[in-house]
């Protein structure tokens, strides 16, 4: 499978922003969808965003006008800027890829990274 190393992650108060990054390795990556899942505690893990190989992003409603994800094909590198963040917006993120299209089930990626806390205070 492709090895992605997830970074950024941080405590941070309400309205602050953070950028996470998920790298990976191998001359494919260009042909993968990415996406990016959270899950609190307590709940169970959700989609948040992902990204096409074209481009083209799809969001989850929660995060819309908010959150932007972006691709670096060039640099094997997937971004996921988290504006006015919420406090319900704490989670531990994680980055996930695939072949083919953006899937919002998790349970559809096979490449994992390994997680990067978001936590958000009031």
């Known amino acids: 499978q492709v090895p992605l190393v997830e970074s950024g992650g941080g405590l941070v108060q309400a309205g602050d922003s953070l950028r996470l990054s998920c790298a990976a390795s191998?001359?494919?990556?260009?042909?993968?969808?990415v996406a990016w899942f959270r899950q609190a505690p307590g709940k169970e893990r959700e989609f948040v965003s992902g990204?096409?190989?074209?481009?083209?992003?799809y969001n989850a409603n929660s995060v819309k006008g908010r959150f932007t994800i972006s691709r670096d094909n060039a640099k094997n590198t997937v971004y996921l800027q988290l504006n006015n963040l919420k406090p319900e917006d704490t989670a531990v993120y994680s980055c996930?890829?695939?072949?083919?299209?953006?899937?919002?089930?998790?349970?559809?990626?096979?490449?994992w990274g390994q997680g990067s806390q978001v936590t958000v205070s009031s």
């Open positions: 191998g001359r494919t990556f260009s042909s993968y969808a």
């Open positions: 996930a890829a695939r072949r083919g299209t953006v899937i919002t089930a998790a349970g559809a990626y096979d490449n």
């Open positions: 990204i096409a190989w074209s481009g083209t992003a």
